[in-house]
């Protein structure tokens, strides 16, 4: 079997061919429970299984909708290969709120980009050639402020693609990307990459977080707009003018703090830390999710005594987090979200049994928390993955 490069440039770069092992995309922390041995039976080993022990890390998780716009423009007859070759089964793309880690979507990504060798998967009439995006961030190294670098970038994917271009608003105190279709309207998923890419490397390039204050589309709302309050912000509107990303302006003054060396490892990340929205080790958000890995069984902190172990008041730690597009909260939703789904996909434990690893105390708890996040109950959920 042919191995998968280890980060998108390697098609156009000397620097890609001696680039270590990936490490985890993401390492999120465990909920109250975690660290504790399972109280039922253990589950089958499997690959990718979901890994339990303190301090190990838990894959994000992707919606199944994304892995099939991945897969649009592939021919049916390569798709279950390919899939199967990033350890997915093919029927997932039948279960509707199915939902596979990020390491998992970004090994497809790349798979998919070599074999269309499009690396904007066919949603233009141009192809975005295999290390396109590496010469891109490249190019954008050289500027000053993150505003330099976006209109770099914008003016480099206007002479790629022919379809949908892009341009850079400022307006008062506020600042937008826009995108704006030229020939095949409705492509939702072009969409979808390209504000993808264009907000992941400009996170990476300040290295910090940039909180989207509102986005909107130019297109209907799609089955899967749920997914957009966490992938941009929980204010959306949708059948506008054109699609933008809203942003306060101040953020066009950062300073690019990147460089060639910090490139190679951006690279050796992709894509998956432009699914998660680059987020530096030292943020906040990141020290909180290190420190709920740390937790004993039952000794998840309250919010206040988190705060006060990280020197800081609660009212100072809820804002920080909120600089960064989260909240304590949504940190641990996310958490127990991705661990059920690790847990009914992986293994052959009961419900009940993952419930109380999460820290739910009843049963029903579990039941509606997990519906409300994959729009179907545990048992559905399994039942649907094995069919």
Same mark, same amino acid.
């Given at each position: 079997?042919?191995q998968?490069?280890?980060?998108?440039?390697?098609?156009?770069?000397?620097?890609?061919?001696?680039?270590?092992?990936?490490?985890p995309?993401?390492?999120?922390?465990s909920?109250?429970?975690l660290?504790?041995?399972?109280?039922?039976r253990?589950?089958?080993?499997?690959?990718?299984?979901?890994?339990t022990?303190?301090?190990?890390?838990?894959?994000?998780?992707?919606?199944i909708?994304?892995v099939?716009a991945?897969?649009?423009?592939? +021919?049916?007859?390569?798709? @279950?290969?390919l *899939?199967? /070759?990033? =350890?997915?089964?093919? $029927?997932?793309?039948?279960?509707?709120?199915?939902?596979?880690?990020v390491?998992?979507y970004?090994?497809?990504?790349?798979?998919v980009?070599?074999?269309?060798?499009?690396?904007?998967?066919?949603q233009?009439?141009?192809?975005?050639?295999?290390?396109?995006?590496?010469?891109?961030?490249?190019?954008?190294l050289?500027c000053?402020?993150?505003?330099q670098?976006?209109?770099?970038?914008?003016?480099?994917?206007?002479? +790629?693609?022919?379809?949908? @271009?892009?341009? *850079?608003? /400022?307006? =008062?105190s506020?600042? $937008?990307?826009?995108?704006?279709?030229?020939?095949?309207?409705?492509?939702?998923?072009?969409?979808e990459?390209?504000?993808?890419?264009?907000?992941?490397?400009?996170?990476?390039?300040?290295?910090?977080?940039?909180?989207?204050?509102?986005?909107?589309?130019?297109?209907?709302?799609?089955?899967?707009g749920?997914?957009?309050?966490?992938m941009?912000?929980t204010?959306?509107s949708?059948?506008?003018?054109?699609?933008?990303?809203?942003?306060?302006?101040?953020?066009?003054?950062?300073?690019?703090?990147q460089?060639?060396?910090?490139?190679k490892?951006f690279?050796?990340n992709?894509p998956?830390?432009i699914?998660?929205?680059?987020?530096?080790?030292s943020?906040?958000?990141?020290?909180?999710?290190?420190?709920?890995?740390?937790?004993?069984?039952g000794?998840?902190?309250?919010?206040?005594?988190?705060?006060?172990?990280?020197?800081?008041?609660?009212?100072?730690?809820r804002?920080?987090?909120?600089?960064?597009g989260?909240?304590?909260?949504?940190?641990?939703?996310?958490?127990r979200?991705?661990?059920?789904?690790?847990?009914?996909?992986h293994?052959?434990?009961?419900a009940?049994?993952?419930?109380?690893?999460?820290?739910?105390?009843?049963?029903?708890?579990?039941h509606?928390?997990?519906?409300?996040w994959t729009?179907?109950?545990?048992?559905?959920f399994?039942?649907?993955?094995?069919?």
């Amino acid at each position: 079997m042919q191995q998968l490069p280890r980060d998108l440039s390697q098609a156009s770069t000397e620097a890609a061919r001696d680039l270590g092992d990936r490490p985890p995309a993401t390492r999120t922390g465990s909920e109250r429970a975690l660290g504790r041995s399972p109280t039922g039976r253990p589950g089958a080993a499997r690959p990718l299984a979901a890994r339990t022990l303190v301090g190990r890390p838990e894959p994000g998780t992707v919606a199944i909708c994304f892995v099939a716009a991945a897969l649009e423009r592939v +021919i049916k007859i390569e798709r @279950a290969a390919l *899939l199967t /070759r990033v =350890g997915l089964s093919p $029927a997932l793309l039948q279960v509707p709120q199915a939902r596979v880690s990020v390491k998992q979507y970004g090994e497809l990504w790349r798979l998919v980009a070599l074999t269309l060798d499009d690396e904007f998967f066919g949603q233009d009439a141009r192809r975005m050639k295999a290390g396109t995006f590496a010469m891109i961030c490249h190019a954008v190294l050289g500027c000053k402020t993150l505003g330099q670098a976006l209109e770099r970038s914008l003016r480099f994917y206007a002479l +790629i693609l022919d379809d949908i @271009a892009g341009k *850079l608003v /400022r307006q =008062g105190s506020e600042a $937008a990307i826009e995108l704006h279709e030229k020939r095949v309207p409705g492509r939702v998923f072009a969409h979808e990459v390209l504000l993808m890419l264009l907000h992941g490397v400009a996170c990476w390039l300040v290295g910090r977080r940039i909180p989207v204050l509102r986005a909107q589309f130019s297109y209907p709302k799609p089955a899967h707009g749920a997914e957009y309050r966490l992938m941009y912000s929980t204010n959306l509107s949708f059948q506008t003018a054109h699609t933008a990303l809203v942003f306060h302006a101040s953020h066009l003054d950062l300073a690019v703090v990147q460089n060639e060396r910090t490139l190679k490892e951006f690279l050796r990340n992709a894509p998956e830390n432009i699914l998660v929205k680059y987020k530096n080790a030292s943020s906040l958000t990141a020290r909180t999710r290190r420190r709920l890995r740390q937790c004993l069984p039952g000794e998840l902190p309250e919010f206040e005594t988190l705060a006060a172990e990280m020197n800081m008041t609660p009212a100072t730690m809820r804002r920080r987090l909120h600089d960064e597009g989260t909240s304590y909260q949504s940190i641990k939703d996310q958490l127990r979200r991705d661990l059920a789904i690790s847990y009914l996909s992986h293994s052959d434990r009961s419900a009940m049994d993952i419930g109380l690893e999460l820290g739910f105390s009843e049963r029903s708890a579990f039941h509606r928390a997990f519906k409300k996040w994959t729009g179907a109950s545990p048992g559905e959920f399994r039942r649907r993955l094995g069919a």
